[in-house]
């Protein structure tokens, strides 16, 4: 609903998505924080703070003035967030809890990404302790400390305020379903430090993670996307092994993530990967090249494992038409939406996950690997045009964007059709149309027989 409005920018920039023309991207993830915080009467909720702050900030750190001016104006009206925000030479991630009780305005910080390290959110805050005296490192509203004090929830020295542990307090949930996917990124990208589970488990809050890590190798654009791609494999919260995961090891467990057998609470892990995701993104932004080359939104909708990103140049004019908002609905299903070409996809897959995933990771692997290994050429392509003029490296760029978009739903829908005729009614068939019918699992047959043995046990000379 229309909560008032605010004065216009003299100038605006282009947003394409999550990035804009001067390569500036944002991210976000919700924490909620402390329920006294509820009820503030600001204007500004954290999409309309991002989608301005992508229009009036040429970096990082304008960004991040932006939003403090803002919510100090007009005031904050949603609940926790941590909102990642980059730029060609910086990484950020900034931290926002509104004031609750009726007042306008938020508390925030700041923290810098060290350079050749990566940080990572997910549903709960991540900035503990911060310094109060480098703003190369850290930036904060004037009251983020004080605000503190005056509700009585901090006493400390202010060297030892820890923004998170005071307006986002760790609960067991906080751990197990959010910092557990942190701690989940990190062991992955640095193997090297040994993070166990003993924290991401929930029952040891004192073993905290830092908030970033060096990886043991610098990371590429792949490694960033399989990143993403994450259910706990190989790990004691792995959810391709337990019952859950039915007979084809599907990682996958709706809703509700807590739940009750006779009387006692239980829960379903809640991975990077997970089946809600609407759209996810790998923002590049790359100093060396001119901002419409430089900057590209690696963009895919639905779960991560099941989605192929699409390179989208932040210099284009237009959007692949099957990515475009306005083509379908969450209640209107298209073929020319690749929302619901990827949600049909994948919601077929989850039936026989364990097989399907091989022929979906393939599809992908073909397409991504395509685009990634073009991106050189399709550079240099768009720098030659660019020295001539802006607009030809623009437009060149938005159709090969385009084309990418189109191509990569086309082979979707064909890959969905692929796999209705491979995995008909529960057989398999190879590509010269031989079936075959391959068992369950003999651990699946064997948690059969323990359930239900004695009703379906054949007699033993019974004939078949």
């Known amino acids: 609903r229309h909560l008032g409005e605010i004065p216009e920018a003299p100038r605006t920039f282009t947003r394409i998505g999550f990035i804009n023309e001067h390569q500036v991207a944002v991210g976000e993830t919700t924490f909620g924080g402390r329920k006294e915080l509820e009820g503030s009467t600001g204007m500004l909720d954290y999409g309309s703070l991002m989608e301005i702050a992508l229009e009036r900030a040429k970096t990082a750190r304008e ?141 040891h809050p004192d073993k905290r993670l830092p908030f970033s890590v060096r990886p043991d190798a610098p990371l590429t654009t792949a490694d960033v996307m399989a990143l993403m791609r994450d259910h706990f494999e190989g790990t004691p919260l792995d959810m391709t092994k337990d019952v859950g995961a039915g007979p084809f090891a599907c990682p996958y467990r709706w809703r509700p993530l807590v739940w009750k057998v006779d009387g006692t609470r239980y829960l379903n892990e809640r991975a990077i990967s997970t089946q809600q995701t609407g759209l996810s993104f790998v923002a590049q932004s790359r100093a060396a090249l001119p901002d419409p080359i430089g900057g590209v939104l690696w963009f895919g909708v639905d779960d991560t494992a099941m989605t192929s990103y699409v390179p989208i140049y932040c210099g284009v004019t237009k959007v692949p038409p099957a990515y475009a908002e306005g083509v379908a609905s969450m209640t209107r299903f298209s073929w020319d939406s690749a929302f619901w070409v990827f949600n049909w996809v994948s919601n077929f897959a989850y039936s026989r996950y364990k097989d399907m995933i091989v022929d979906i990771e393939r599809a992908r692997g073909e397409l991504e690997g395509r685009f990634l290994a073009e991106q050189p050429e399709v550079d240099r392509a768009a720098l030659a045009l660019y020295e001539q003029a802006p607009l030809l490296a623009r437009d060149y760029l938005t159709r090969y964007s385009v084309s990418r978009g189109q191509l990569t739903v086309e082979r979707w829908r064909k890959l969905g059709q692929e796999l209705l005729v491979k995995y008909l009614d529960g057989n398999v068939k190879d590509r010269r149309g031989r079936v075959s019918h391959p068992p369950y699992p003999e651990s699946w047959y064997r948690r059969i027989v323990a359930d239900h043995g004695d009703v379906i046990r054949m007699p033993e000379k019974a004939g078949h």
Not at 145 to 173: N, V
Not at 179 to 191: D, G, I, K, L, Y
Request: proline share 6%; aromatic share 12%; glycine share 10%.
């Open 63 to 203: 960004a991040i003035d932006v939003i403090g001016d803002l919510v100090t104006k007009y005031g904050y009206r949603s609940e926790g967030e941590s909102i990642s925000i980059t730029d060609p030479e910086e990484a950020w991630i900034l931290e926002i809890v509104p004031k609750g009780g009726g007042e306008k305005g938020a508390v925030w910080v700041a923290e810098r990404v060290p350079d050749g390290e990566i940080a990572a959110h997910a549903n709960q805050s991540r900035i503990r302790t911060f310094p109060l005296h480098d703003p190369d490192r850290a930036i904060y509203s004037p009251d983020v400390i004080s605000f503190a004090r005056k509700k009585g929830w901090y006493t400390g020295p202010d060297e030892k305020f820890s923004f998170a542990d005071t307006y986002a307090p760790l609960t067991f949930g906080a751990i197990r379903f959010c910092e557990a996917r942190v701690w989940s990124m990190f062991r992955r990208a640095a193997p090297s430090l040994g993070l166990g589970v003993e924290y991401a488990d929930g029952h």
